[in-house]
């Protein structure tokens, strides 16, 4: 019997929410591996800034593309296409989004909807499957994740986090140096503020820095000394001692404390700095917030640093496994779509730890959205400053090798593509709430 | 007539001042040289901490180190014999520091000082030179230039900035990549702070980001598109103005400001800052006061970053002809010195720029010594907010080539010295003033 050949549909690629290093490169993954699936996917589309340009109908012809700016953003970072901060509400709140999804995918003869993003957006893609199907509107969604949080649960990382791993574990040895070299008559005490809302993994890569060759001292005497983790509550008089412990014995010390840092109460650190004359809230992160706490007990000298969005675009450091396991959830995504897999993402499997093997699995998306997976208590120093070898263990495989983009004048040549948009089929426009 | 074999005499380097990503290399450059130096350099010591070890007599026996390690120290950044910010008084106001660094020298047989820092350092090195003399002990002291802010006069660019301006540059095109694919739905403005208190160098780095290949817009609209330097007198409604174009016609803006950028009165906008409940002054940096200003007149969504440390210890993305640079005046200031040149400095002589050459000569250090090379007028825009093609020109290659450090276990491999300490030979003890 002759097996009946698979209607031909195009595909809808969008990237959400914060963007990361290697975003782009699940980007490559998807395109490039669903241009060699002609028997299936016909065009490749992109949402200008992400499900933003499905809702308006502002599509981009990938295929305008050149193969060779299609291979560039393996080694570009942010978001190429576009991204939104755009969390789609429950169908019950406005359905009306939903359906205008449907019918733009429609208008486009969409049947392949590939979402590149967090927690919330795989809730997105598995509510645009179900609602598809209720409307008589069949279309396999599939998602692709990324974060550099690592907060997505059931994936042993999440593309993304490495990078930011890497640029972080990077920049706190070589701050420490500096900070190391100076201390005797200058800075005693070196803050540097990380990105995790929620969850301590970005923070937790710090610990990395402090394993060097031929130190003859323990690893309690490395830098970084302090971690402040969001699932440690913060107390400020036992932070404060091991501060001053740190400084009295080693010379200076280096702390790392991530934005989501919070009192026992809940109360972000961040939130609960002073105000100003004018009564606003006082200005910036939880970083200068904890370095003016030192100076106003201990009196040290300090500087602090907030690193912000230069961590999680920081291409030009990334972990070469980052930027392999990003490129290697794209290529499956379209691969299981083909298979006829709807409503699951990619996940990366740990194989082994050393030597680090890895390799890709699957899981529905109903079992991945809207959970967190945190640092677990293990993974932290019973006093709750550090890392632990095992999370070390964990953490060491994900920030390896180095993977250079290509340079031009002293910078890195980032790609740009043209964007050429798809010429629109619907009369109506969509106002987006 | 047959030349008199010269005696042969101990050698003293000390780093000092603010560290760099390179200034390891000068090390690296002095102490390779003055090793092949036999005939005239016996040992090569270095100060732990700067002059303050010369002061304290904490010297360090640098033939102990392997020679992996001292090779190691060109890919390591900060100072890795330990730097300090002392400067030592006038001659009239503490005579005894002089004194004794003379002492310490008679009494280590040094004959030679290589002094690496800036502009203070290098008025340091003079006044020893001097003052040996008229104590009737001989010395020959030579300055290693070291600044991140290129502030030093008579070299054309000073060791140590062409790296943080490579990371400058670098980090500013990255961030600016994360806000565009964000702004539609985000953030709208990001405020970048750098180095830089009295001259504007580092922030003109950033204007190097904003050439990108295949790009049809004019330079108008890439980022950053808004520089303030020190140099020009920050007028706020001219940049809130400006500010607000930007969002408007390229629809986000990224701010790079240097930490030295003042009012027409002088006064810094870091120091301008509100004051919090308690009547201190507000914490931080210039970064956040100026991302609040924009906030409250526009209302835009922001984000800022404050690299700090982060920019002068980035041994990771530091620039090769920086790195061969600070090399070069390491190994020409040994030569000089054997060569009877006293109380000189090498610099850096530019060539040509179009393919860029550079040579080492050198200048007396009474020319160098406390003054400051800010950014010229024609290498900056005439609204005051962007540099020139002619600054693009000057800058470009100070920042070419990439000199990436080993890498192990997925992080830089940045080597430590043992820093085995020299036998004292002084019964007195002197105390830091």
């Known amino acids: 019997m002759k097996k009946a050949t ?11 929410g914060g963007v990361s290093a290697v975003i782009n490169a699940s980007a490559c993954g998807v395109i490039e591996t669903a241009m060699r699936q002609s028997r299936y996917i016909g065009k490749v589309y992109a949402g200008r800034d992400g499900i933003v340009g499905a809702l308006t109908e502002d599509l981009i012809d ?18 190429a ?82 990078s930011v791993a890497k640029y972080i574990a990077v920049s706190t040895r070589e701050a420490a140096l ?19 809302r929620h969850a301590g993994w970005i923070a937790a890569a710090a610990g990395l820095a402090g394993r060097t060759r031929g130190v003859r001292s323990t690893l309690a005497g490395e830098p970084p000394h302090v971690i402040l983790f969001p699932e440690i509550p913060f107390e400020r008089e036992r932070f404060l001692e091991k501060v001053k412990q740190c400084v009295t014995t080693v010379g200076y010390c280096v ?26 809230a006082q200005l910036g992160g939880v970083g200068p917030v904890v370095a003016d706490m030192i100076r106003e007990a201990h009196g040290y000298k300090y500087h602090w640093a907030v690193a912000d969005y230069l961590q999680r675009s920081a291409r030009h450091i990334a972990s070469k496994v980052d930027v392999e396991q990003a490129y290697a959830v794209g290529k ?67 920030v390896a090798g180095e993977a250079y983009p290509p ?10 593509i043209k964007g050429v948009p798809v010429r629109k089929r619907l009369r109506t426009e969509f106002k987006l709430s």
Request: charged residues 25%; contains cysteine.
């Open 332 to 398: 499956a995504a379209v691969e299981l779509a083909v298979k006829g897999m709807n409503a699951v993402m990619p996940v990366i499997v740990r194989r082994a730890s050393k030597p680090y093997k890895w390799s890709v699995g699957h899981v529905p998306l109903a079992e991945v959205a809207n959970r967190e997976k945190k640092v677990p208590r293990e993974y932290i120093t019973e006093d709750g400053f550090g890392i632990t070898k095992a999370c070390r263990r964990y953490l060491e495989p994900l």
């Open 81 to 162: 296409f576009g991204s939104a901060r755009f969390k789609l509400k429950g169908i019950e709140q406005n359905r009306a989004e939903y359906e205008r999804l449907i019918e733009v995918f429609r208008a486009h003869d969409i049947g392949y909807f590939f979402y590149n993003g967090g927690n919330d957006s795989m809730d997105t893609a598995l509510k645009v499957s179900q609602i598809g199907e209720s409307l008589g509107y069949p279309i396999t969604c599939v998602g692709v994740p990324k974060t550099v949080d690592n907060d997505l649960p059931l994936t042993d990382c999440c593309p993304g986090f490495g």
């Open 407 to 416: 340079y031009r004048d002293g910078l890195p040549d980032y790609v740009r």
């Open 62 to 79: 990938v295929s305008r593309e050149s193969p060779a700016v299609i291979r560039g953003l393996k080694h570009t970072p942010a978001g």
């Open 255 to 280: 702390v790392v404390v991530s934005e989501g840092t919070a009192y026992p109460d809940g109360k972000f650190l961040a939130e609960a700095g002073t105000r100003d004359a004018f009564g606003h």
């Open 178 to 196: 500096d900070v190391a070299s100076m201390a005797r008559t200058s800075t005693k005490v070196f803050v540097f503020e990380v990105m995790g």
């Open 6 to 16: 698979p209607k031909k549909r195009n595909a809808f690629y969008a990237q959400s």
